[in-house]
């Protein structure tokens, strides 16, 4: 027996702790869960995506069992990430025994709107600017 068929079995099976999320079963495997549940908003073409992965793998690894960890591709479930809010990718949503969480993207957030909904800079009042001198 060689030195990596060893572990093998291990690498396989820790492996099977990610998971595949689509459509049809997201209800019954995301939303309806006995155990907290973390999803990785990803798609194939998304270099950053690739860059989190190790990341997602080893938490499923760590926390199998406890937690069920997996990915959603967003190009093949679009109508699931725009339900869920889902502005870009990669994003990481972990849900409780009811609802939604929190979420994390590697996108950077766009600046908070004003009560009137624009994304202006707030200014300083013409009384507070002194002229230069």
């Known amino acids: 027996m060689g030195w990596n068929t060893k572990w093998a079995g291990a690498l396989v099976?820790?492996?099977?702790?990610?998971?595949?999320?689509?459509?049809?079963?997201?209800?019954?495997?995301?939303?309806?869960?006995?155990?907290?549940?973390?999803?990785?908003?990803t798609a194939e073409w998304c270099p950053p995506c690739h860059m989190l992965s190790p990341v997602v793998e080893r938490l499923a690894e760590e926390?199998?069992?406890?937690?069920?960890?997996?990915?959603?591709?967003?190009?093949?479930?679009?109508?699931?990430?725009?339900?869920?809010?889902?502005?870009?990718?990669?994003t990481l949503v972990s849900s409780g025994t009811a609802s939604w969480l929190t979420a994390w993207s590697a996108?950077?957030?766009?600046?908070?709107?004003?009560?009137?909904?624009?994304?202006?800079?707030r200014t300083r009042p013409s009384s507070e600017i002194r002229p230069r001198g």
Do not use: C, W
């Open 13 to 41: 099976m820790d492996m099977n702790n990610l998971q595949h999320f689509d459509g049809p079963t997201f209800e019954a495997d995301v939303l309806n869960a006995a155990e907290p549940v973390v999803v990785d908003f």
């Open 63 to 90: 926390f199998a069992g406890k937690v069920k960890i997996g990915k959603l591709d967003v190009d093949e479930n679009q109508e699931i990430a725009i339900r869920y809010g889902v502005m870009g990718i990669p």
């Open 107 to 121: 996108t950077p957030a766009a600046p908070p709107r004003s009560a009137s909904g624009s994304r202006r800079r």
